[in-house]
């Protein structure tokens, strides 16, 4: 089956560093990765999508300059939390989309960010 | 506004039990329905998709069920064993946001004790 990894899966980070997270697709190619964001005993919250060779879509009260989303491959898309402070502790997963498909999303095993 | 809603919030039953999760949804014109299961500290494990036009689909010891009129659908969990034990997610996409767009309840805690 279709496999997303995320690196890392913990991070610490001292409050004012930038961190960035890194969601791969293994054996297929993902036209579209998604980025979600899950505070403790909550939902996930769809943060952006990203398309590969464009800018990302982010969804309304997501700071994209807080926020940085590239896509630059197939298979790789990167979510760069800068200038992190503690209120951006959380849980974030990637899925992604196999290109040619329509809908299934395979998701990572996300990525634990404490910030300090 | 389209959310999603699940009911219990956790539940905790022992071995053997068959069970019922519920999911209910604002708007019946969804694009779609999954259901997924979580692990602690884990990424999300697809388990059922049900379409808007089917009423339901079936895996294993897993059912799942979709009313649209009435804006639910119902995971059913036959013969639960331990390993069942996760937080079970059901995400919904709409016909106006896309097939892409998932919104996501807050998720059934459940706990199936030896």
């Known amino acids: 089956g279709a496999v997303v990894s995320q690196h890392p899966s913990r991070v610490i980070c001292k409050s004012g560093t930038s961190v960035k997270i890194e969601c791969r697709s293994l054996?297929?190619?993902?036209?579209?990765m998604f980025w979600y964001r899950q505070f403790p005993k909550k939902s996930l919250m769809l943060m952006a999508t990203s398309n590969e060779g464009s800018k990302a879509t982010y969804e309304q009260g997501v700071e994209k300059d807080k926020f940085l989303i590239n896509h630059a491959s197939l298979t790789l898309s990167t979510l760069t939390v800068t200038s992190a402070h503690p209120e951006d502790s959380s849980f974030y997963i990637c899925s992604a989309r196999e290109a040619g498909t329509q809908e299934t999303q395979y998701f990572g095993p996300g990525t634990r960010l404490l910030v300090l | 506004k389209q959310e999603v809603t699940q009911i219990p919030a956790a539940l905790s039953v022992p071995e053997g039990e068959n069970l019922v999760l519920n999911c209910s949804f604002t708007d019946s014109a969804i694009y779609n329905l999954q259901w997924f299961r979580q692990d602690p500290g884990k990424g999300l494990t697809s388990l059922l998709l049900i379409q808007s036009s089917q009423r339901e689909q079936t895996s294993g010891r897993l059912n799942a069920s979709l009313d649209k009129s009435s804006g639910r659908s119902t995971l059913y969990i036959a013969a639960s064993q331990p390993g069942d034990s996760a937080t079970y997610l059901c995400a919904v996409s709409w016909v106006n946001t896309g097939f892409q767009k998932l919104v996501f309840g807050t998720g059934t805690r459940l706990l199936v004790s030896p």
């Open positions: 054996d297929f190619q993902a036209t579209t």
